[in-house]
């Protein structure tokens, strides 16, 4: 199982990947997306990202944001919104994402751009404040909660995308068969009921679809978090 991580967001991290991605790799089909959630430590006296992106053109430095580690998903998605939105932040990385929940919901740091559906158990606890979605549309379970783009401090647009893939040299007729495979499962409808259930965005694309969709999503993203400066040290 491979991830926009890996094959998407690690070229334009590392100045000297072991792999390239588009030669080393075939896709098999991908299977989900989920948006990130931009939330806050309940405290925190800015009530919106419009309010936080304020604060922070005002007082550079001074609020934070965690993450599970340089170069993760999380410092990735907030980077780029901060970058894009042109105000400083602080970045503290932690060594997972279970430590970087620790001190928010410690009120020690004030914001995390985590995947979705891990955020949302504690959006609906009330443990901690929404205050965007990284993707396109809002998402159904919360409702109430802009996308980036809507807040129109950024075009942020970024989900977290798996899917299967095999090694470039795979040949055709067993990469045709794996492919076969994998959207038969796909298909099933408890499995898409599950993604869906969790929040996820079941990609429904034809092997000609996927392919794009992926150079597409290496280019864009290779592009930009090296244009923002962004690295896993």
């Known amino acids: 199982m491979e991830s926009v991580s ?4 690690n070229p334009g991290l590392y100045p000297r990947l072991p792999y390239q991605p588009l030669r080393d790799f075939k896709p098999i089909g991908l299977a989900a997306s989920y948006s990130y959630t931009l939330i806050a430590r309940k405290k925190l006296r800015q009530r919106s990202l419009v309010e936080v992106v304020r604060e922070a053109r005002e007082r550079p430095d001074t609020l934070t944001y965690a993450s599970a580690g340089n170069g993760s998903g999380q410092h990735v998605a907030a980077a780029l919104l901060f970058e894009q939105a042109k105000v400083k932040l602080v970045h503290v ?38 205050l965007a979605v990284s993707s396109r549309e809002r998402q159904t379970f919360h409702p ?8 129109g ?20 007729a067993v990469l045709e068969r794996l492919r076969k495979v994998f959207g038969q499962v ?11 259930t969790l929040g996820g965005r079941v990609l429904r694309m034809s092997t000609a679809q996927t392919e794009t969709f992926v150079k597409e999503e290496v280019t864009k993203w290779t592009q930009l978090v090296r244009d923002a400066r962004i690295t896993a040290d």
């Open 186 to 196: 796909m298909g099933q409808a408890d499995l898409v009921q599950r993604i869906e």
């Open 93 to 130: 990385p932690y060594r997972g994402v279970q430590a970087a929940y620790q001190d928010l919901l410690g009120d020690r740091v004030e914001l995390l751009f985590d995947i979705s559906p891990v955020a949302r158990a504690h959006v609906d606890a009330g443990s901690v404040t929404a």
């Open 153 to 172: 401090v950024a075009p942020l647009e970024m989900e977290s995308w798996f899917g299967l893939f095999a090694p470039s040299g795979v040949p055709a």
């Open 6 to 9: 890996n094959i998407a967001l």
């Open 144 to 151: 109430q909660t802009p996308s980036v783009r809507e807040t």
